[in-house]
């Protein structure tokens, strides 16, 4: 087993990966076997950093021979260093996901002297879990850029996640901050993943990624605004299918560089960008409908009721009558909530007591819905927006830190933050 | 007011519903409580669980809300709210009135405080297939929780999927229920606190996983009241990286 000192070495060097989630695969048990997936994914601790524990984040190596800059692991940093053996990776993780302290593992590493080498490691680890261990939890496997396709296809045949980081969000901080990585390096094991979980689609029982992958990118540490980050998301969502964009707001964690901030990129512009990529994946939003004229997102409200300020013309909406994609653009109505109305509708005239009846949060919703004709919302303009900065100010907050139960639910299924 | 007091298990709270409707009084209250506590001109009537007249009724909800209505119901009766049995009970009414599955009608009186009732349930269940914490002895797995509501055998199906030959116990404490998997059968039981504490490798490992779930926080952001919300102060008391 492995020691304590290099595992926590080893998880205090992968800790900066935002990724958490289990969810999106649904392999099952075997006889003689350990342990199966979740399709919605299992949260299974809390850290005082408010981020849920799902997987055994972990690195193989944080010996790196790369050198870039936001990376607490570059090679120039002065940190205790540490490796595991595949067979000490496979131990922890079925010990730990026998006595349920985790769903799986998400195995990452630092490049020790080449991507083919450390990917070999990578790739290595996950079948002996596999085949020897008989692990059938989740398995969340970082790519290597520039390792060999081969290696790549192969580690998608045993993994239930991939995920190759975009790291910063163009090309040029990239080059300024991560000279040895470079975008095509990066793309082309995407689109090589891409075209793999496509290809599977066919077969009835696809084993090839069934949970897709992911990217991830830094957020503070380069100037890109919102706008830019936001459309390379879309972008990303379209070409490579992908399940999910993670942002991960910069952590100061090298002073000696005069391009990078002193200061992180703070907790609530990852949360509006987090809020953002929602519109864009499940509530039929563009990037550029939902960023603001100067390129990025409003600090005093969520993206949404931003994007219904700045388009009043479209509001009130009648609950009665709307269709769901319209219900689900107005301000404190989720996909919950809009579905509720839609099935509530059916049977009675919905009016505002009902909607709050059916626990809609009517806070926001007020100013831009009618229900049976009556309309309960400020009238004024200027009144209305502040009234709606106030609520925005005072559940921020609460928001950020606390979501309530249904919420959670929700939270805890979707992946939604 | 009349109240029905009757026996805290789907049986019982059909019974008293049965009752109810055969004495005419649906405008009473039913509770499964031991000790109520209501106005000072309040009857208080015991029911009898009584089989037949759980089925009688069992069969109307049946033919209305389908089996789907039964296994609502049946979530809702394990929750630990006081006023669980008269909330099922409005709701019953409403749908026999209507006669109809009124499990869609969100904008109706009775139906959101049902659907939160088992949701809630549904909801500790999904928490606990995360936060229940395993501790090897001699071969077995051990698991002491607390929860609010009776879920222990609602855990079962989850955990005998996922550890396939392993067996297991899962200890509700507050109830004195368990609820066991010996590799192939299930079972479930009340007993006695069996007072299983973890041997000298036992607490090597769950000094590992202290270690991993200290490493694992970013110190430079605390964020206590999103752990909070996420994760109740009171679940924590049986989880090992808490103690």
Not at chain 1, 16 to 20: G, H, Q, R, T
Not at chain 1, 256 to 266: I, T
Not at chain 2, 78 to 82: F, L, M, T
């Given at each position: 087993m492995i020691d304590a000192n290099r595992l926590e070495i080893l998880t205090d060097s992968a800790k900066?990966?935002?990724?958490?989630s289990s969810s999106g695969s649904k392999r099952q048990n075997v006889k003689g076997g350990l342990g199966n997936a979740s399709i919605g994914g299992i949260c299974h601790s809390f850290t005082p950093d408010g981020r849920c524990i799902s997987l055994l984040k972990i690195?193989?190596?944080?010996?790196?021979?790369?050198?870039?800059?936001?990376?607490?692991?570059?090679?120039s940093n002065d940190v205790p260093r540490a490796s595991a053996t595949p067979d000490e990776i496979c131990e922890l993780t079925a010990a730990f996901y026998k006595r349920n302290y985790i769903e799986g593992l998400f195995l990452s590493s630092a490049v020790e002297y080449s991507p083919d080498r450390t990917m070999e490691r990578l790739l290595e680890t996950v079948i002996k879990l596999r085949k020897q261990y008989c692990f059938n939890g989740y398995i969340h496997l970082k790519g290597i850029p520039g390792a060999d396709p081969l290696l790549i296809e192969r580690a998608g045949m045993y993994a239930d996640r991939m995920s190759f980081n975009?790291?910063?969000?163009?090309e040029s901080s990239l080059k300024l901050l991560?000279?040895?990585?470079n975008k095509a390096a990066i793309v082309k094991p995407m689109r090589q993943l891409s075209s793999g979980i496509l290809r599977e689609k066919?077969?009835?029982?696809?084993?090839?990624?069934?949970?897709g992958q992911t990217t991830q990118m830094i957020v503070?540490?380069?100037?890109?605004t919102d706008g830019q980050i936001l459309r390379l998301s879309e972008s990303l969502y379209d070409a490579f299918s992908l399940k999910r964009v993670y942002f991960s707001s910069y952590v100061p964690?090298?002073?000696?560089?005069?391009?990078?901030?002193?200061?992180?990129?703070?907790l609530l512009r990852e949360h509006r960008l987090y809020q953002a990529d929602w519109l864009l994946r499940?509530?039929?939003?563009?990037a550029a409908e939902i960023v603001g004229e100067n390129g990025n997102l409003a600090e005093e409200y969520d993206p949404k009721c931003a994007w219904a300020i700045r388009h009043m013309?479209?509001?009130?909406?009648e609950v009665n009558a709307a269709p769901v994609e319209t219900l689900v653009?107005?301000?404190?109505?989720?996909i919950k909530s809009a579905y509720r109305i839609r099935e509530a509708r059916r049977y009675t005239r919905l009016t505002f007591e009902d909607l709050k009846k059916m626990r809609v949060?009517?806070?926001?919703?007020r100013h831009f819905i009618t229900a049976g004709g009556k309309f309960y919302g400020e009238e004024n303009f200027g009144r209305m927006k502040n009234l709606l900065a106030m609520h925005e100010q005072s559940e921020n907050a609460e928001q950020l830190s606390f979501l309530k139960e249904n919420e959670i639910v929700q939270s805890v299924i979707t992946g939604q933050l | 007011m009349k109240t029905y007091l009757c026996e805290d298990s789907v049986n019982g709270l059909f019974s008293a519903v049965f009752r109810a409707y055969a004495e005419k009084n649906t405008a009473a209250r039913i509770s499964c409580l031991l000790y109520e506590q209501t106005a000072f001109d309040s009857e208080f009537i015991d029911v009898k669980t009584d089989a037949d007249h759980a089925d009688r009724v069992k069969a109307a909800v049946a033919r209305y809300g389908g089996n789907k209505a039964l296994r609502e119901i049946g979530r809702a009766m394990?929750?630990?709210?006081?006023e669980k049995a008269d909330v099922i009970f409005a709701y019953i009414k409403r749908m026999l009135a209507e006669?109809?599955?009124?499990?869609?009608?969100?904008?109706?009186?009775?139906v959101m405080p049902f659907v939160t009732l088992s949701e809630r349930v549904q909801l500790e269940v999904h928490r606990f297939t995360g936060f229940l914490r395993f501790e090897e002895q001699n071969g077995l797995l051990y698991a002491r929780f607390t929860p609010d509501n009776d879920i222990a055998d609602l855990l079962l199906g989850h955990f005998s999927r996922r550890l396939g030959e392993l067996p297991f116990l899962i200890h509700d404490a507050r109830r004195g229920k368990f609820a066991a998997w010996d590799g192939k059968r299930a079972a479930c039981f009340f007993a006695d606190d069996p007072s299983i504490r973890p041997d000298a490798a036992e607490k090597e490992l769950i000094g590992l996983w202290k270690r991993y779930f200290a490493a694992a926080d970013v110190k430079s952001r605390p964020h206590p009241k999103q752990q909070d919300g996420y994760l109740?102060?009171?679940?924590?008391?049986?989880?090992s990286e808490f103690q």
């Open positions: 900066y990966d935002v990724s958490c690195l193989m190596s944080n010996k790196c021979a790369y050198d870039c800059q936001y990376c607490v692991n570059r090679r975009i790291e910063l969000p163009s991560a000279p040895q990585k066919y077969p009835k029982r696809s084993r090839f990624l069934p949970a503070g540490a380069s100037r890109e964690v090298n002073f000696k560089n005069a391009f990078l901030p002193v200061q992180s990129a703070g499940f509530y039929g939003f563009s013309e479209q509001f009130p909406v653009r107005v301000p404190g109505i989720g949060v009517m806070k926001r919703a | 394990r929750s630990c709210e006081a006669k109809r599955d009124i499990s869609r009608s969100f904008a109706y009186a009775e109740p102060r009171r679940y924590r008391k049986n989880m």
